[in-house]
Nanobody, 115 residues
């Protein structure tokens, strides 16, 4: 069983930065992912990082602005978000789990970007 707790969300002006963190209880040997869900929209993929941190993936909408990283010794994954835009406003979730099976999800953290 893995529990995920996100933190670091908040209100920021457009062009600003935020760093989200996700702390995992239990060993997480799978890729770690960030998703987000804006009001009235479906949840969408944001970024992912392999267990070894050697491979990262980003949605086109955040590529070049967001950076995902992980610290396996601390069981944490972070999402550094720069040059934030109002369209980045959403609840951000971290998630992990084995392929083809139910994943573990955090409760989410709100990010609001004002114009």
């Amino acid at each position: 069983q893995v529990q995920l707790v996100e933190s670091g969300g908040g209100l920021v002006q457009a062009g600003g930065s935020l760093t989200l963190s996700c702390a995992a209880s239990g060993r997480t040997i799978y890729p770690m992912n960030w998703f987000r869900q804006a009001p009235g929209k479906e949840r969408e993929f944001v970024a992912a990082i392999s267990w070894s941190a050697g491979t990262t993936y980003y949605a086109d909408s955040v590529k070049g602005r967001f950076t995902i990283s992980r610290d396996n010794a601390k069981n944490t994954v972070s999402l550094q978000m720069n040059s934030l835009k109002p369209e980045d406003t959403a609840v951000y979730y971290c998630a992990t789990g084995p392929p083809g099976s139910d994943w573990y999800w955090g409760q989410g953290t709100q990010v609001t970007v004002s114009s």
